[in-house]
């Protein structure tokens, strides 16, 4: 499996911008499709995007036009810029890895500890 360390969480206010990072070790990264996801208190675990093996990124409806996904295979890393963020965005995000999409929605991925984003109104 790769080990994942999410890093760049914390608090914003509305409208402001924060950019997560993700750091991945062990096996090889480009094998891997990778994600973020994001865990409100109460809620399930929902996709926020992810990006496949093949380059495809998908993106929650909810954050389409305010945040962006990629990755940097060379240096193991990916990223999550988020702009305009809402009080809704509020949540623990997870960064994953796993053979292809599917089997992250699944849960069946690796997954990093999460790093809290909060943001005030």
């Known amino acids: 499996q790769v080990q994942l360390v999410e890093s760049g969480g914390g608090l914003v206010q509305a409208g402001g911008s924060l950019r997560l990072s993700c750091a991945a070790s062990?096996?090889?990264?480009?094998?891997?499709?990778m994600g973020w996801y994001r865990q409100a208190p109460g809620k399930q675990r929902d996709l926020v995007a992810a990006v496949s093996l093949g380059g495809i990124i998908k993106y929650a409806e909810s954050v389409k036009g305010r945040f962006t996904i990629s990755r940097d295979n060379a240096k193991n890393t990916m990223n999550l810029q988020m702009n305009s963020l809402k009080p809704e965005d509020t949540a623990t995000y997870y960064c994953s890895a796993a053979p292809n999409i599917a089997t992250m929605d699944a849960g069946f991925g690796s997954w990093g500890q999460g790093t809290q984003v909060t943001v005030s109104s």
């Open positions: 062990g096996r090889a990264f480009t094998n891997y499709a």
